[in-house]
């Protein structure tokens, strides 16, 4: 299982009026913990107001970079991002676990091949990492980033894009969609159906494109996949990863039982018992024996809960992640599954 390690802020940039990256200095004995595949996340620890805050933020710099960095855009009514943004500075300290993450990125350099991307606001931080990774690692590989924002004031790495652009002009090239902001070379409004198709369709009709990497908002992560889908692109070449959870009245009305299940949890190779309510989480009835349970965003997003039923059955509220074979394998979001049985085995190391 991963641990927390204190780290030290090395560096805070600003990217924006509402966002700033964060770089953190890496002990020599560490760097093997916190090496990485891009498009993964790191999990960030740290007590606001007496209360525990655990955040995840995608990893914007390449494997081969030697760095460690996010970016964290201000939210409304957000305890993290409003700290980090107007408060955490060089040289202070938060807990954070190694990389993880399943929206991954394997460069082949054997192999040339194509990639598009779409991104919508802070969604391109992983995004960013597989464009360098890809440029950087793949040396005959073209890659196409479709990217959405309100105005160019309010775009993340725009001057780090247009650089990576510049500097690999043969084959990076960059779409950008502005909502509120008409620009030159720019499309204006949102990614929609018409944009995906105007990209693939038009402006790159002659490329055919191996695999297709989307992040952003859940509504235009469907959008996309629903246009690929129409033009017959097979789903095991579109990854994706949604940024934001969904809001309570979005998650899908799954049926909840209500009576009493006995749990066996194993966390880092210890064995726990207990009787819990169905009406419950695995999660939370993990944490409120005090049992160290992997968990991040508790919205089903993250997959830092994940772990294996070796034995009964759940249901999940909500799964953004896992595909149908792993499902069926046994493998569940444990904030956000309830037990259906009378005893239930769920093992968080066998994942």
Known sequence: MSSFHTLSVKNIHRETDKAVSISFNIPDNLKDAFAFQAGQYITLKT????????????????????DI???????????????????????DT?????????FIFEPNDKKTKNIALFAAGSGITPILSIIKCALEEEFHSKVI????????????????????QHNY?????????????????????????????????NEHKHVEVDAYYLCGPEGMIHTVKDVLA????????????????????????????????????TVDDET??????????????????????????QGGICSSCLARIK?????????????????????????????????????FDDV
């Open 272 to 297: 726990t018992t207990f009787e819990m309510s169905q009406t419950q989480t695995l999660l939370e009835a993990a944490l409120d024996e005090d049992i160290d349970a992997p968990y991040s965003c």
């Open 311 to 347: 034995e009964g059955e759940a249901t999940m509220r909500q799964n953004n992640i896992l595909t149908n074979s792993e499902v069926a394998e046994g493998l569940i979001l444990t904030c956000q599954a309830h037990p259906t049985t009378a005893s239930i085995t769920i093992d």
């Open 47 to 66: 007590e606001l107001d007496g209360k525990e805050i655990r955040r995840d933020y995608s990893l914007c710099v390449s494997p081969k970079s030697g």
């Open 69 to 91: 960095k996010v970016a964290v855009k201000a939210v409304k009514d957000g305890t993290f991002s409003a700290y980090a943004n107007s408060s955490l500075k060089p040289g």
């Open 230 to 265: 129409d033009h017959n692109i097979d789903e095991s070449r579109i990854h994706f990863e949604l940024f934001k959870a969904a809001k309570v009245d979005e998650v899908e009305d799954v049926a909840v039982p209500s009576g009493k299940t006995q749990v066996t949890v």
């Open 169 to 201: 002009k043969d084959r990076f090239s960059i779409q950008f969609v502005f909502s509120q902001e008409d620009e030159d070379d720019a499309i204006f409004g949102r990614i929609e159906k018409s944009t995906v198709n105007y990209v693939m369709k």
């Open 145 to 164: 980033l479709v990217y959405g924002n309100k105005t160019t004031h309010d775009t993340m790495f725009l001057q780090e894009l247009l650089e990576l």
């Open 94 to 102: 938060i807990e954070v676990a190694p990389p993880k993450g399943r």
